[in-house]
Protein backbone atom coordinates (compact mmCIF):
# COMPACT_ATOMS: atom_id res chain seq x y z
CA UNK A 1 0.00 0.00 0.00
CA UNK A 2 1.27 3.36 -1.04
CA UNK A 3 0.17 6.13 1.41
CA UNK A 4 0.83 9.90 2.07
CA UNK A 5 -1.00 13.11 3.93
CA UNK A 6 -0.39 16.91 1.96
CA UNK A 7 -1.46 19.67 4.24
CA UNK A 8 -2.31 22.19 1.67
CA UNK A 9 -3.39 24.76 4.21
CA UNK A 10 -2.68 24.86 7.87
CA UNK A 11 -4.69 28.27 8.86
CA UNK A 12 -7.28 28.43 11.76
CA UNK A 13 -8.34 31.81 12.59
CA UNK A 14 -9.93 35.26 9.94
CA UNK A 15 -6.61 36.62 10.59
CA UNK A 16 -4.40 33.93 9.68
CA UNK A 17 -6.11 32.95 6.63
CA UNK A 18 -7.00 36.54 5.73
CA UNK A 19 -3.24 37.91 5.34
CA UNK A 20 -2.46 34.20 4.13
CA UNK A 21 0.29 33.78 7.15
CA UNK A 22 -0.59 30.39 6.64
CA UNK A 23 -2.49 29.03 3.51
CA UNK A 24 -5.78 27.43 3.59
CA UNK A 25 -6.45 24.78 0.99
CA UNK A 26 -7.15 22.01 3.51
CA UNK A 27 -5.56 18.30 3.68
CA UNK A 28 -5.17 15.45 1.00
CA UNK A 29 -4.78 11.73 2.45
CA UNK A 30 -4.07 9.86 -0.67
CA UNK A 31 -4.29 5.34 -0.17
CA UNK A 32 -2.92 3.68 -3.21
CA UNK A 33 -5.23 5.17 -6.04
CA UNK A 34 -8.39 7.04 -3.62
CA UNK A 35 -7.46 10.42 -2.96
CA UNK A 36 -9.62 12.38 -0.54
CA UNK A 37 -9.56 16.14 0.24
CA UNK A 38 -10.78 17.51 3.31
CA UNK A 39 -11.95 21.14 3.51
CA UNK A 40 -11.02 22.61 0.94
CA UNK A 41 -10.67 26.61 2.06
CA UNK A 42 -9.66 29.77 0.21
CA UNK A 43 -7.08 29.14 -2.13
CA UNK A 44 -7.37 25.41 -2.38
CA UNK A 45 -6.82 25.11 -6.38
CA UNK A 46 -3.51 27.80 -5.82
CA UNK A 47 -2.19 25.07 -3.24
CA UNK A 48 -2.68 22.00 -5.10
CA UNK A 49 -0.68 23.06 -7.94
CA UNK A 50 2.14 24.32 -5.80
CA UNK A 51 2.09 20.93 -4.54
CA UNK A 52 1.53 18.98 -7.70
CA UNK A 53 -1.89 17.64 -6.46
CA UNK A 54 -4.00 16.60 -9.36
CA UNK A 55 -7.67 17.36 -8.34
CA UNK A 56 -8.72 15.55 -11.06
CA UNK A 57 -7.90 12.65 -9.02
CA UNK A 58 -9.62 13.16 -6.29
CA UNK A 59 -11.79 10.43 -5.32
CA UNK A 60 -14.05 12.25 -2.51
CA UNK A 61 -14.12 15.37 -0.90
CA UNK A 62 -15.19 15.96 2.44
CA UNK A 63 -16.64 19.42 3.77
CA UNK A 64 -17.10 19.37 7.64
CA UNK A 65 -18.79 22.55 7.75
CA UNK A 66 -19.77 25.93 6.40
CA UNK A 67 -16.59 28.16 7.96
CA UNK A 68 -15.20 30.15 4.61
CA UNK A 69 -11.79 28.71 5.62
CA UNK A 70 -13.21 25.00 5.45
CA UNK A 71 -15.57 25.66 2.76
CA UNK A 72 -14.82 28.11 0.53
CA UNK A 73 -13.35 26.40 -2.59
CA UNK A 74 -15.58 23.40 -2.56
CA UNK A 75 -17.73 24.62 -5.47
CA UNK A 76 -14.44 25.01 -7.52
CA UNK A 77 -12.52 21.68 -6.33
CA UNK A 78 -15.43 20.37 -7.32
CA UNK A 79 -15.24 22.11 -10.91
CA UNK A 80 -11.61 21.04 -11.22
CA UNK A 81 -12.57 17.36 -10.41
CA UNK A 82 -15.33 16.83 -13.07
CA UNK A 83 -14.67 19.34 -15.90
CA UNK A 84 -17.97 21.14 -14.41
CA UNK A 85 -20.02 18.23 -14.67
CA UNK A 86 -18.85 17.15 -18.04
CA UNK A 87 -17.13 14.71 -16.57
CA UNK A 88 -19.57 13.20 -13.53
CA UNK A 89 -17.24 11.41 -11.16
CA UNK A 90 -16.48 11.38 -7.38
CA UNK A 91 -18.78 11.78 -4.17
CA UNK A 92 -18.94 14.79 -1.90
CA UNK A 93 -19.47 14.58 1.59
CA UNK A 94 -20.89 17.34 3.39
CA UNK A 95 -22.73 18.38 6.69
CA UNK A 96 -25.74 19.42 6.90
CA UNK A 97 -24.84 23.56 6.53
CA UNK A 98 -23.13 23.27 3.55
CA UNK A 99 -25.20 21.01 2.10
CA UNK A 100 -28.80 21.98 3.29
CA UNK A 101 -28.46 25.24 4.84
CA UNK A 102 -29.51 25.49 8.57
CA UNK A 103 -31.41 28.29 9.55
CA UNK A 104 -30.72 31.40 8.12
CA UNK A 105 -27.65 30.00 6.81
CA UNK A 106 -27.63 28.95 2.83
CA UNK A 107 -25.94 26.05 1.74
CA UNK A 108 -22.38 26.36 0.60
CA UNK A 109 -22.34 24.14 -2.37
CA UNK A 110 -24.90 24.79 -4.82
CA UNK A 111 -26.98 22.70 -6.41
CA UNK A 112 -25.13 22.87 -10.30
CA UNK A 113 -21.59 21.54 -7.96
CA UNK A 114 -23.76 18.57 -6.18
CA UNK A 115 -25.28 17.60 -9.75
CA UNK A 116 -21.42 17.57 -10.83
CA UNK A 117 -20.45 14.76 -8.41
CA UNK A 118 -21.36 10.88 -8.90
CA UNK A 119 -23.19 10.89 -5.72
CA UNK A 120 -23.49 13.90 -2.95
CA UNK A 121 -24.00 12.47 0.92
CA UNK A 122 -24.89 15.07 3.68
CA UNK A 123 -23.98 13.27 7.04
CA UNK A 124 -25.01 14.02 10.58
CA UNK A 125 -22.54 12.85 13.38
CA UNK A 126 -22.17 9.06 13.85
CA UNK A 127 -22.12 7.37 10.44
CA UNK A 128 -20.80 5.32 8.53
CA UNK A 129 -19.93 5.14 4.90
CA UNK A 130 -17.96 3.39 2.40
CA UNK A 131 -15.67 4.46 -0.03
CA UNK A 132 -13.27 2.17 -2.25
CA UNK A 133 -11.26 0.11 0.35
CA UNK A 134 -11.93 2.84 2.98
CA UNK A 135 -14.52 3.09 5.79
CA UNK A 136 -15.35 6.56 6.87
CA UNK A 137 -17.09 7.29 9.98
CA UNK A 138 -18.08 11.24 10.85
CA UNK A 139 -17.51 12.33 14.46
CA UNK A 140 -18.69 14.17 16.97
CA UNK A 141 -17.78 17.85 17.46
CA UNK A 142 -19.25 20.88 19.67
CA UNK A 143 -18.73 24.16 17.43
CA UNK A 144 -20.22 27.05 16.01
CA UNK A 145 -21.86 25.61 13.19
CA UNK A 146 -23.86 22.81 14.96
CA UNK A 147 -23.19 20.37 12.23
CA UNK A 148 -19.71 20.22 11.93
CA UNK A 149 -18.33 16.36 11.44
CA UNK A 150 -14.85 15.28 12.67
CA UNK A 151 -13.96 12.24 10.36
CA UNK A 152 -12.81 9.25 10.78
CA UNK A 153 -10.88 7.27 8.10
CA UNK A 154 -10.58 3.08 8.62
CA UNK A 155 -7.63 2.39 6.24
CA UNK A 156 -6.58 -1.55 5.92
CA UNK A 157 -3.25 -0.58 7.20
CA UNK A 158 -4.19 2.58 9.53
CA UNK A 159 -6.78 4.45 11.25
CA UNK A 160 -6.43 8.53 10.66
CA UNK A 161 -9.29 10.96 12.21
CA UNK A 162 -9.42 14.71 12.38
CA UNK A 163 -11.58 16.78 15.02
CA UNK A 164 -11.72 19.51 12.11
CA UNK A 165 -13.31 22.43 14.54
CA UNK A 166 -14.47 21.91 18.13
CA UNK A 167 -14.25 22.57 21.76
CA UNK A 168 -12.92 20.26 23.94
CA UNK A 169 -15.36 17.58 25.51
CA UNK A 170 -15.08 14.16 26.91
CA UNK A 171 -16.64 12.70 23.96
CA UNK A 172 -14.28 13.19 21.61
CA UNK A 173 -12.24 10.54 23.68
CA UNK A 174 -14.86 8.22 22.38
CA UNK A 175 -14.72 9.54 19.00
CA UNK A 176 -11.34 9.47 18.56
CA UNK A 177 -10.61 6.25 20.34
CA UNK A 178 -8.31 3.31 18.26
CA UNK A 179 -6.75 6.56 15.87
CA UNK A 180 -3.03 5.61 14.73
CA UNK A 181 -2.86 8.87 13.35
CA UNK A 182 -4.72 12.20 14.54
CA UNK A 183 -5.60 15.32 13.11
CA UNK A 184 -5.99 18.16 15.72
CA UNK A 185 -7.69 21.57 14.29
CA UNK A 186 -5.27 23.34 17.58
CA UNK A 187 -6.40 27.10 17.30
CA UNK A 188 -4.90 28.82 20.40
CA UNK A 189 -2.36 28.45 22.83
CA UNK A 190 -1.65 26.89 26.09
CA UNK A 191 -4.03 29.25 28.42
CA UNK A 192 -6.15 31.03 25.69
CA UNK A 193 -9.42 30.00 25.87
CA UNK A 194 -11.96 30.29 23.24
CA UNK A 195 -15.76 28.74 22.74
CA UNK A 196 -15.90 26.10 20.15
CA UNK A 197 -12.19 25.81 19.69
CA UNK A 198 -9.67 23.34 21.34
CA UNK A 199 -6.11 24.78 22.54
CA UNK A 200 -2.72 23.01 23.39
CA UNK A 201 -4.27 22.29 26.92
CA UNK A 202 -7.28 20.89 25.18
CA UNK A 203 -5.21 18.96 22.52
CA UNK A 204 -2.75 17.41 25.79
CA UNK A 205 -6.37 15.92 27.44
CA UNK A 206 -7.32 14.38 24.60
CA UNK A 207 -3.94 12.88 22.80
CA UNK A 208 -2.98 11.27 26.46
CA UNK A 209 -6.32 9.27 26.44
CA UNK A 210 -6.35 8.72 22.57
CA UNK A 211 -2.67 7.74 23.03
CA UNK A 212 -2.26 7.65 18.99
CA UNK A 213 0.69 6.68 17.28
CA UNK A 214 1.45 10.57 16.32
CA UNK A 215 -0.40 13.87 16.93
CA UNK A 216 -0.42 16.52 14.33
CA UNK A 217 -1.91 19.86 15.16
CA UNK A 218 -3.08 22.21 12.59
CA UNK A 219 -4.98 24.87 11.57
CA UNK A 220 -3.45 28.14 13.76
CA UNK A 221 -4.84 31.00 14.74
CA UNK A 222 -2.98 34.26 15.21
CA UNK A 223 -2.06 33.64 19.44
CA UNK A 224 -0.25 30.20 17.85
CA UNK A 225 1.55 31.33 15.21
CA UNK A 226 3.04 34.49 17.76
CA UNK A 227 3.37 31.75 20.10
CA UNK A 228 4.93 29.12 17.31
CA UNK A 229 3.49 25.98 16.77
CA UNK A 230 6.88 23.84 16.89
CA UNK A 231 6.82 24.90 20.49
CA UNK A 232 3.35 23.88 21.73
CA UNK A 233 3.96 20.88 20.11
CA UNK A 234 7.19 19.78 21.80
CA UNK A 235 5.12 20.56 24.99
CA UNK A 236 2.29 18.34 24.05
CA UNK A 237 5.07 15.51 23.20
CA UNK A 238 6.62 16.04 27.02
CA UNK A 239 3.16 15.86 28.55
CA UNK A 240 1.59 13.23 26.90
CA UNK A 241 4.60 11.07 25.32
CA UNK A 242 2.63 10.81 22.25
CA UNK A 243 5.11 12.18 19.19
CA UNK A 244 3.09 15.06 17.76
CA UNK A 245 4.40 18.02 15.43
CA UNK A 246 2.76 21.14 14.02
CA UNK A 247 1.79 20.90 10.64
CA UNK A 248 3.55 23.31 8.46
CA UNK A 249 1.36 24.50 4.61
CA UNK A 250 3.11 21.55 2.53
CA UNK A 251 3.72 19.21 5.17
CA UNK A 252 3.81 15.72 3.87
CA UNK A 253 3.53 12.75 5.91
CA UNK A 254 3.58 9.12 5.37
CA UNK A 255 0.84 7.27 7.71
CA UNK A 256 2.64 3.84 7.52
CA UNK A 257 4.90 4.88 9.39
CA UNK A 258 2.76 5.45 11.87
CA UNK A 259 0.24 2.02 11.64
CA UNK A 260 2.46 -0.06 13.97
CA UNK A 261 -0.21 0.54 16.51
CA UNK A 262 -3.37 -0.92 14.42
CA UNK A 263 -0.85 -3.95 13.30
CA UNK A 264 -0.23 -5.11 16.76
CA UNK A 265 -3.91 -4.71 17.80
CA UNK A 266 -4.77 -7.26 14.54
CA UNK A 267 -1.84 -9.56 15.30
CA UNK A 268 -3.37 -10.16 18.81
CA UNK A 269 -6.48 -10.47 17.20
CA UNK A 270 -5.42 -13.55 15.50
CA UNK A 271 -3.59 -15.28 18.77
ZN1 LIG B 1 -15.15 26.59 12.15
Known amino acids: ?159 LSYTSDTEYSTALIDAHKNSDIMILNVVNPSGIKQEGLLNTDDAIKLISKVKPSLAIINHFGIKMLSINPITEARKITRQTKVQTIAAKDGLEVNPLSYAAKSKQKTLMGYK
Do not use: W
Open 1 to 159: MKARIVFLGTGGDSIVVGKQLRASGGIILQIDDTQFHIDPGPGALVRARQENINLRENTAVFVSHSHINHCNDANAVISAMTHSGMDKTGVLIGNKTVMEGEGEIKPYITDFYKKCVERYISLDQGTKIGINEIDVKTLYTRHSDINTLGFKFFTPEFI
